[in-house]
Structure formats: C-alpha cells, structure tokens
C-alpha cells in the first residue's frame, strides 16, 4: 500500500512543480517589492486573514485544488494504463484510496512547507520584540486548509468520472454559489466559500465549524459514490471508427447527472434563504435592504426596519450619490470585537439578543451602510488607499451615523477623549494619515473620533457636498497611483476646489477648543509601570496620577497582545483593581500567561474616563515576562 501510495505521489509530480512555480512567483514579487525586514505577521496574511470571506482567494485555491483531483483518475482510464495497475496484486478498492489518499496528503504537505516559509520569512524583521506569528491561529488555518483539501479532492475526484462536462458544469455551479450569495445575502453553512470565513475573538480565529462538519460529510458522500463508479469502469481507449452515437451518449449522461446533483446542492442553499419558520435563519427585505436574522430576533430586526429605508435615503442625498445600491445585511454575526463590517454592498452586524432597537443599532446599519457607499461612490478605489485615508473611512461613517441618528452626549464624550489624545500625545496629521503606523503607536479606536472631528471640519470648510465629491475625486480614472499621506489629501482636495491647510488648520483649532473648554472627566496620567510573575499570571501596576481637573477614573482597563492585530481585532480586556495609600493611588491588573504569547508583549493601560463612555487608552508600552 505504501509503494502504492508512492507511485501515486510520484505521479502528481507535475502538480507540485506548478504549485512551487505559484510559490516562487508571489514570494519572489513580495520580496523584490517589499522590505521583508519590515513585514509583520498582518502583512503577510491581510487578505487570507481578513474577517468574512474572499470570494476571489477561495476560488483559486478550489481551482488550484481540482487540478491535482483530476489528474488522479481520468488519464489513466482514457489511455488504459490503469489494467496494469488493476494487474499488480491489490485490490481496486486499495487502488482508489491509495489515489484520492496521495493527493490529499501532497497537498497538506505543500501547505505545511508554505507555512515553514512564510515564518523563516517573518524571522528577516529584527524589528519585532513581541513575536511575529500567531501560533495557535496559524495551527487552526493549518488544519482548515488541509480539510478544505479533502472535501475539494473528494469533488474533484467525483467530477472526472464525468470528464469535460463535469468540470464546466462544477465551474457554473461554483458561480451559481456566488450568485446565491449575493442575491439571498445570507446562505448558511451549505455554501462551499463559507469554509473561509473567519471570525475572531479578539485575535483569537474562529472557525465556522457547522460549514466545515456538513461539507466535510458531504465530501464523505461524494467520495463513496466516486468509489462506485471508478471501481466499477473499465479502460475504454477510444478506437477508431466509433459511432456519433456512442460518443454523445457518455456526455448526455453526465449532464443528466451532474444537473441532478448540481442542482440538489443548491437547492440546500436556497432552503438556507427561505426556511421562514422551520429554520433559525429569517429573511425581511426592505426598498434597500435585505436582511438576514436569528429568528429569536426578529422583534428588534422588525423595529430596526422601520428606520433602515428613511436612514439610507438621507444618506444618499447627503452623499449627492445617483446610484442606489441594494444591499445584504446579515445580522447574524457574533463578534465579540465589531457590532458590524461592511464590504462590496453587504454588512455584517451584531444584533444582540434581549436588547430593544436603541439608536446605537440604527447608528450602526447607517455607519456600516455609510462604508457601502464610500465603496460604490469611489469605485472601490478609496479601499487602494487605505492606509493615507482609514481615518477618514472610519470618520466619514462617524459622521453620517451621528448626522442621521444623533446622541449629542457619547459624540460628546467621543470627541473629548479623541481630542484629549491629540493634545497629549501631540498626534499630526501625517500620522493621521498613515494607518498603520498610527495603530502600531495609539489606540485603534480614536481614528473614528479624530476622524469624525477632521471630516467636521472638511464639511465646515469645504461644505457638506465635499463628501461625496471626495468619493467620486477617487474614481476619476485619471487620478495618479502614486499618492499617500499629505500629497494624496493635498491632490484630492485640490480636485474638488478646497485645500488640506485650510481643513488642517480648522481641525487643529476644533481640536484645541475642546480641550480648552472641557469641564468634566478623569483623564490621569500612569507611572511607575512594573510587572512581576505570580504564578500563572502577570501582574502590572502603576501609579495614577490625577489631571489638572484632579478627577479619578472608577474603572481602569489593560489590553495585551502580540505585535500585530489579525483583521484589526482588538485583544481581550482585562480589568484594574485601584488601590490607595495616603495620597498615592495605584491600579493592579492581574493578566493570565496563556494570553501572552512569547516573553515580550505589547499593552495599552486605560480607563473610562466619564460614565458609560468608550476608553481611554495610552500609547502602546512594551514589557517582558519575568523568569
């Protein structure tokens, strides 16, 4: 069996010279175009690890996939070759295994070698101190993809027994899959591509194991009838003279056939979409939206409908926008780190159980719908330049969501807090407009309010239709590709008649005022920051030292993670106990080892600086574990 096997492998030889060829390509234009030494583990893996999943990534890796799935079984019958393995002393069922066996092992080692690559190749950035992968993420990822590779290899080798045809009509029904998904919004776990999807806790990943359990079993399925029908056709080389007849019938058969399982998987994905009331899945479209939800909450998802239409029409007319797109909502998502993302006209969103709609939901369909439009309206090109313009995606939906859905009170808060940071941690706009580095150093969470403030000011300045003036400025074809940071705002500015200083300038003195003027709460100041080992946990404590309002925080709150964030998650919480001695005030946070991967980590202490508002972090701190 273990020769067999071997042969096997032997033979798909072909497959992993194309797959090291693939490899070399990517890896080869990464390095010639990228400094290594300063990728982190996010930049290697942004797409592949991004929340949802990638359409276009997961059907590559299907198509990747058939093609050592099809080399198994086909050729060997069509050129006869297969009577002299039939001839050596095993069985045809031995035969089969050792085939389907072969090329799924060969797939899971070429992405085990993948991942042995792409960490020697994080080792090259001497700049990280706090670890450079995401071990336990990338053993779960590990183990998704070569279970991928079984059910795909399990399809594949069901497929070729109806040659041509099947491949064709397996390409339709993978698009029909698509479709589907656009169209219902929602599909359940009976759609292939939903294999991909990740959800995190914090940057803990979450698998969509009922996706993986019910495609796995149906892989099982089409595997046992694969094995009936392989092991049951004979070689028939074609000879010469055959009839029209003889050659058309083969082919109507598999189209007969493969029509009738093609179109009994997607009638199980069509039942996900319209099980109304046998199934937990609901569907409740509006003029503009189609929503997706648990049928536990329907009463909130009813309410929340009443507003959905009327929120979205003054968001166009805001916008100037003359598209109107219909957007899929599915409102069954239970991140613990994002009430709601957006992509290409469709929303993922929280909608917790137990809760009456409160305009934080209406707030936040209209923020994330706000992300629909900056995508349609730019073209998808605002996205290409993520890095120089996040603050602005993040603000602009800030400001649309509290224009339509106002709470003068947390915008408030939300701008004290963000100004506050400014001020102290003398926060400029080229950091502003630099994603990236602008995470690496502060809290994630003020790009929405320093945005919010800076689109403010863009509106005060350049009028409320800059907006989507700024939006469409991206979808000139003639705009250059070179741009970011201060030239790009400058550049886009400039195209719809108003300039970067003037906005500057008017945010900075905003900015200033606020912190001027505030009358209320507790923004203090950490010192003396240690940490010792006790036991199993990290203990991290620091002096408090009150602001010149001499207010303290009741609550104090510390986050630690790796150097980098997975899909721009935020890392679990842990909160403070304050303690006080004659004038002196100290906060302990106790952290469990197990979230601490490494020796070194990275962590933000803070605190919630008025009643019921969001935190305040410091700036990112570096520590060790001690031995």
């Known amino acids: 069996m273990i ?112 991942s042995l690559l792409h960490s020697a190749l994080l080792l090259f950035n001497t700049q990280s101190i706090t670890g450079t992968k995401h071990w336990s993420n990338d053993l779960l990822f590990l183990v998704r993809n070569c279970l991928f590779a079984f059910v795909i290899v399990s399809h594949g080798v069901f497929i070729s027994w109806f040659r041509t045809v099947g491949l064709i009509l397996y390409s339709a029904y993978l698009i029909g899959l698509i479709w589907l998904e656009q169209v219902l919004g929602f599909s359940g776990p009976y759609n292939l591509f939903r294999f991909f999807n990740n959800e995190y806790d914090g940057s803990k990943l979450l698998l969509d194991w009922p996706v993986i359990a019910l495609q796995i079993v149906v892989a099982l399925l089409l595997l046992g009838i694969s094995y009936l029908l392989w092991t049951r056709t004979d070689s028939r080389p074609r000879a010469p003279g055959t009839g029209r007849f003889a050659r058309i019938l083969p082919a109507l058969m598999s189209i007969a056939a493969f029509i009738l399982v093609a179109s009994t998987l997607a009638a199980l994905v069509i039942k996900a979409g319209s099980d109304n009331s046998r199934g937990n899945i609901q569907k409740l479209t509006s003029n503009h939206y189609q929503f997706a939800y648990k049928q536990t909450d329907e009463p909130r998802m009813l309410e929340l409908r009443q507003y959905a239409d009327d929120d979205y029409q003054a968001l166009i007319e805001l916008l100037g926008m003359q598209t109107t797109p219909y957007i899929h909502a599915d409102m069954t998502s239970q991140s613990n780190h994002a ?178 003027n505030r009358k209320e709460g507790a923004f203090p100041t950490f010192s003396n920051v240690t940490t010792e080992r006790n036991e199993n946990n990290l203990l991290v404590t620091a002096t408090v030292t009150p602001d010149s309002l001499g207010e303290l925080p009741n609550r104090y709150y510390i986050r630690v993670q790796g150097e980098t964030k997975l899909a721009n998650t935020i890392s679990p919480i842990r909160l403070g106990r304050p303690t006080t001695e004659g004038s002196e005030t100290r906060v302990e946070f106790t952290i469990p080892l197990f979230e601490i991967q490494g020796r070194r980590f990275s962590y933000q202490i803070g605190y919630v600086p008025y009643f019921d508002s969001r935190y305040f972090f410091e700036e990112w701190r570096s520590g060790a574990v001690p031995q």
């Open 3 to 114: 020769r067999l096997i071997l042969c096997q492998l032997k033979q798909l030889l072909p497959f992993v010279l194309l797959w090291v060829t693939l490899i070399v390509m990517f890896y080869g234009l990464e390095i010639a175009s990228t400094r290594i030494d300063e990728l982190s583990y996010l930049d290697w893996c942004s797409d592949y690890c991004n929340v949802g999943s990638d359409f276009n990534l997961v059907l590559f890796t299907i198509f990747l996939y058939m093609l050592a799935a099809y080399s198994l079984f086909p050729r060997e019958f069509d050129e006869g070759t297969i009577d002299f393995v039939r001839s050596l002393p095993v069985s045809r069922g031995q035969i089969f295994i050792a085939k389907v066996f072969a090329a799924w092992l060969l797939i899971c080692l070429l992405i085990f070698a993948e």
């Open 339 to 516: 009430l709601g993302v957006a992509s290409y006209k469709k929303i993922r969103m929280v909608l917790s159980a137990g809760e009456s709609v409160n305009p934080v939901y209406r707030r936040v369909l209209s923020h994330e719908t706000a992300h629909v439009m900056q995508t349609i309206e730019s073209d998808r090109k605002l996205g290409a330049a993520g890095n120089s313009v996040g603050f602005f995606i993040e603000g602009m939906a800030q400001y649309t969501s509290f224009k339509l859905v106002p709470d003068n009170l947390t915008r408030t808060t939300n701008w004290a807090i963000s100004s506050v940071a400014w001020d102290r941690f003398n926060i400029t706009f080229d950091t502003l407009a630099n994603r990236q580095a602008f995470e690496a150093q502060y809290d994630p969470e003020l790009l929405y309010g320093i945005g919010d403030i800076w689109v403010d000011a863009m509106v005060r300045v350049c009028g409320e239709a800059s907006l989507g003036d700024f939006l469409r400025s991206n979808a000139r074809k003639d705009t250059p590709g070179n741009l970011s940071g201060s030239a790009y705002w400058r550049h886009h500015l400039n195209q719809i008649g108003c300039g970067l200083e003037q906005v500057n300038h008017s945010w900075r003195q905003q900015m200033q005022e606020i912190v001027d």
